[in-house]
């Protein structure tokens, strides 16, 4: 079964996958690789990874409440399908063959989101950069960021960062579990818990962006810095910025530091490379959107007392504040995110945090500015913090700042049991 209209080059052939985990062993990119031009691609067929099936009587249900990277309880045997077809996606290497680069922080998704499961986050960075004066960030554009490209599929056009930056931010990758559910809050309900906030002496905005997918102003949710506002922008953007495969919501490809002469010496595919599939009409960057929307949020553990002394400490801390603990959906087509619970632990807004924001602006986010992040599934998303500098949770409590000093002093004043007992109930949710 081909997923999309982009064949693959014969190299990938090598790539293994691990039935256990589905993550895919990528092969490195070949001299043949580099210098393969646009004509004379062969039709490939993806590597198969272990599909999601409907569980029979003598299994107990595979639920997101059993395991990590379980699709979402309650689909149709139509949306499990998609749910798998976008799962092999994201398992996929790419190569230059496929649209692959030329610059590009990775060649699948699976290489930066697979902790715990496909899907999940990971300690892999990317970085950003730019130049602050007085105070106003500039994202050098011109000369390729505010995003690095780390890799290339030449050593010749790979991205420095330049000499005038002033400021450079590493950001690891976020764990994808539950986007769909994200997605399907109303807007109506975060713009609630921005006005209830106020009573706590917190600040949180929305952030605002413009979604390719819709062409509408919407609130950002994922990422960061919450620059995107749909799971299929999210995805879009990933596969031109992080992957360098254009499709036609980012139909533009990255220059090395912005250079066109080198873009037009090495970009051998013509844009957009991510085509739809003649049958399904779909192109890889929906499919694995499908799979993105489809997947449901981290396994919970049942509270043990320590467990569950630490939920009342979470919120006589305040870290409820902006870490809210739930939310619902609303109407929705797809029955299995029609008023559901999501039990994410964040605001989904923006707050300034003070010496723990990264310096990087995006969009209406500022410099200080970082989307409250989601702590469902945090016992499997270390290291922590956007730029990993904290091994433990513990840390990462330590090192609030900003709109967050006060529940970060609160927690400090703890003594070790009541500490212990906070931690011990955010490695369960």
Known sequence: MRIGSRPLHVAILAATVLAATGILVQPALSASDRNRPNAGRVPFKRPAVRPFTRPVSSLPELTPDTVFGAPLAGLTDEQLAAFNTGLAAFNVAETPASGLGPIMNNRSCIACHGQAAAGGGSPIRVTRFGRTVNGVFDPMGALGGSLLQQNSIDPRILETIPAEATTRAPRQSTPLFGMGLVEAIPESVILSNAEQQRALGLNGVPSLVTDPASGQVRIGRFGWKAQHASVLAFSADAYTNEMGITNRLFPQENAPNGNAALLAQFDRIADPEDRPDPVSGKADFEFVADFMRFLGPPPVRVLTPSALQGK???????????????????????????????????????????????????????????????LWGLRASGPYLHDGRATTVDQAIQQHDGEAAASRDAYRALDATARQQLLDFLDSI
């Open 312 to 374: 009342v400490l979470f919120d006589q801390v305040r870290c409820s504040g902006c870490h809210t603990p739930q939310m619902m959906t609303g109407a929705n087509t797809v029955a299995a995110l029609n008023f559901k619970p999501v039990r994410l632990y964040s605001d989904l807004l923006l707050h300034d945090m003070g010496a723990l924001g990264d310096g990087i602006a995006d969009g209406t986010a500022g410099p200080r500015d970082m989307k409250t992040a989601p």
